[in-house]
């Protein structure tokens, strides 16, 4: 649970407990005095159950790594940093494990890895490219990762052609398709979008990220 939530939860909870405070010391009768705390009660839970049913509870659950994740945390820090020194973006690759295997070890790609050995914390594709941000660099370091470096090359350059920023992934390099067919197009854009965007951010506490920064 994070912050909004709990804030949340305390100011209710102060909120309820003066409301109970002034049934003891109010003058009405005691059936008034309960009455409107019962009613104070009442609106605490409906704004509560329309705060859970628009997901602002559900998504301070949806930040924190799976109970699947936690055993290989140190393995991945470790990893990361012997490849990518101290200042490793542990939270991408672990988003990337995750999308990878579910953290399963029994998964197994096309290609033949399984578990961990899915994802590769080699630096090779990231060298190869050059972007205006870390986080622009790596979400092209992924899509090469995903559907090879060469097809990276070329939509960049159609990019420009396009009079688009070749250097920045997110709303330019990525709108544009080289030749790909359609599901293969698809299927890469969604993947350096759910990595970054989406399940990073449940790992920075394992480590940094490209695109989003810790608290």
């Not at 490219?129 to 159609?158: F, I, K, P």
């Amino acid at each position: 649970m994070n912050w909004p939530q709990i804030t949340w939860i305390v100011c209710m909870s102060l909120k309820l407990a003066f409301e109970a405070f002034r049934v003891f010391i109010r003058t009405e009768r005691l059936s008034v005095r309960a009455g409107t705390f019962l009613v104070h009660m009442a609106w605490v839970f409906f704004v509560a159950m329309l705060l859970w049913c628009g997901g602002f509870f559900s998504q301070a659950c949806a930040a924190q790594p799976p109970q699947a994740a936690l055993q290989y945390r140190d393995d991945v820090i470790r990893n990361a940093r012997l490849e990518w020194g101290l200042s490793a973006p542990v939270a991408d690759f672990a988003a990337q494990l995750h999308q990878e295997s579910g953290w399963r070890p029994d998964a197994i790609s096309p290609a033949g890895a399984q578990g961990l050995a899915l994802v590769s914390y080699d630096r090779w594709l990231w060298q190869r490219v050059s972007a205006a941000s870390d986080c622009e660099r790596m979400a092209m370091t992924l899509s090469g990762y995903n559907g090879g470096l060469g097809w990276v090359q070329r939509d960049r350059r159609l990019a420009s052609q396009k009079g688009l920023d070749s250097t920045r992934w997110f709303g330019h390099v990525a709108t544009v398709n080289a030749g790909r067919n359609a599901a293969s197009w698809r299927e890469n854009r969604h993947y350096p979008q759910r990595i970054l965007r989406e399940l990073a951010p449940r790992y920075l506490t394992w480590g940094g990220s490209s695109c989003v920064a810790s608290d």
